[in-house]
Nanobody
């Protein structure tokens, strides 16, 4: 079992920055990819960014490319999402997620929510214009 806890959300004006954090614990040996998703009221959950367990192979949704940066500190068991130049459309609840996959399987990391077995409770980000 893997436990994920997000923090760092808040309210911000357009153009501002926030850094989200996700602390992971538990049986993390088979965690292959980690990701951030978000969900705005009345909208489907959207993949934001994903990262391979060793820190490489980053992938971003087009809507956040150039503004958001995902990073992973394995020594601290922390996942981060640095969000710059925030826009009102970024308003959503942000979720940390972990995909369980034996390392021998290989392959890349993708933003399909069905791939991710473990989820945090989410942290709210609100951006005003």
């Amino acid at each position: 079992q893997v436990h994920l806890v997000e923090s760092g959300g808040g309210s911000m004006q357009s153009g501002g920055s926030l850094r989200l954090s996700c602390e992971r614990s538990g049986s993390i040996n088979n965690i292959y990819c980690m990701a951030w998703f978000r969900q705005a009221p009345g909208k489907d959950r959207e993949g934001v960014a994903t990262i391979y367990r060793r820190g490489g192979t980053l992938y971003y949704a087009d809507s956040v490319k150039g503004r958001f940066t995902i990073s992973l500190d394995n020594a601290k068991n922390m996942l981060y999402l640095q969000m710059n130049d925030l826009k009102p459309d970024d308003t959503a609840k942000y979720y940390c997620a972990a995909e369980e996959r034996p390392p021998s399987y290989g392959g890349g990391c993708f933003l399909f929510s069905s791939n991710y077995k473990y989820w945090g409770q989410g942290t709210q980000v609100t951006v005003s214009s």
